[in-house]
C-alpha cells in the first residue's frame, strides 16, 4: 500500500497550524507534508515531527507572495535573484527536516504565472530548475515539479503531463521529477491510470482530492478505490499526499482511507 501523507496546510485547519501534528498523529499519520515551513523555525518544526514519531514527506520552495497572488516565481526573469535566494532557504530546512530520513527527499517547486517573451521565459525558468537541481543535488535532494489547472490557476506557465515532462527532460538534471496531482491533472487532462502506468518511473510523488470541489475521495467523479489499488499493482514506491478540502472535520472525512486499508 503506498505512504498516506497528511497534508497540514489543507487538513485539520480546526487546529494551529503546529497543533495539525498532533491531531494527524492521533488520526494514525506517520508521514506529513505541507506547503511552506518557512513562516516556522525547522527545529521546531522538526520537533512536533519527532514528538509524533512522523517523517517529513514533502514540502515546497518559497513561492513569493502568495497572499498576493504568486504562485511561484520560478519564470519571471526580474525575480530570479529571489528565487534563488529561496533555492538556499530551502535547503536549509531540508538539512533539519530530512535529517536521518530514509528515502526521497523531495521538495516541490510552483513555477509560477507566465509574464512576458517566451523566449525569455522559457530560459529563465530553465535555468532557475537548472540552479536548484544543482544546489539539491550537493543536499541530497529532488527537485520535483507540479503542473496545475487553468480553472484554480489562470495564468499559471505549467500545465498538463506532458508538457511537463518536456521541461524535465529540458532541464536534464537526474534529481528532477514530476509530482503528479491526480485532482489538478483530471481537471486538465483526464486519463489518469494510463497517465501513471506509462510515466511511474518519472513520478515521484503522488497528490489526491476529488473532482469537482477537491474534497475527499468519494465525493466527486474519481474512482480512487480502482485507482489507489492500481498504484499498489503498479508497486509506487512513493508517497500519497492528502491535499484536498475536507467537508467538515478532517477526521470525519477519513473513513475512505480506513477502508482501504482494511480491503
Not at 56 to 67: E, I, K, M, V
Amino acid at each position: 500500500m503506498p505512504k498516506y501523507a497528511a497534508n497540514t496546510t489543507m487538513l485539520f485547519q480546526e487546529h494551529d497550524f503546529l497543533d495539525r501534528f498532533d491531531a494527524a498523529g492521533k488520526a494514525g499519520f506517520q508521514f506529513i507534508e505541507y506547503m511552506f515551513p518557512y513562516p516556522y523555525d525547522a527545529h521546531e518544526l522538526r520537533a512536533k515531527l519527532d514528538q509524533n514519531n512522523q517523517t517529513q514527506a514533502l514540502f515546497n520552495l518559497p513561492a513569493g507572495d502568495w497572499a498576493g497572488g504568486d504562485r511561484g516565481i520560478a519564470v519571471q526573469p526580474s525575480r530570479q535573484d529571489e528565487f534563488r535566494e529561496g533555492v538556499g532557504k530551502a535547503v536549509d530546512y531540508a538539512a533539519v527536516l530530512y535529517k536521518d530520513v530514509q528515502g526521497p527527499k523531495l521538495v516541490n517547486v510552483l513555477v509560477g504565472k507566465a509574464e512576458g517573451d517566451e523566449a525569455i521565459t522559457r530560459r529563465t525558468v530553465i535555468g532557475n530548475l537548472q540552479y536548484a537541481a544543482d544546489k539539491f543535488a550537493d543536499a541530497g535532494l529532488t527537485l520535483i515539479i507540479e503542473p496545475l489547472n487553468p480553472y484554480d490557476v489562470p495564468g499559471f506557465y505549467l500545465y498538463g503531463t506532458q508538457n511537463t515532462l518536456n521541461l524535465i527532460e529540458e532541464v536534464g538534471r537526474e534529481n528532477v521529477q514530476l509530482q503528479y496531482d491526480f485532482y489538478h491533472m483530471q481537471r486538465v487532462e483526464g486519463r489518469l491510470t494510463q497517465t501513471v502506468r506509462e510515466n511511474l518511473d518519472k513520478i515521484a510523488h503522488i497528490q489526491l482530492a476529488d473532482v469537482p470541489g477537491r474534497h475527499q475521495p468519494g465525493t466527486g467523479e474519481i474512482n480512487y478505490p480502482f485507482l489507489l489499488a492500481e498504484l499498489d499493482r503498479l508497486n509506487y514506491k512513493g508517497y500519497v499526499g492528502l491535499e484536498y478540502i475536507p467537508e467538515g472535520h478532517t477526521e470525519d472525512t477519513l473513513g475512505w482511507l480506513k477502508e482501504l486499508k482494511t480491503s
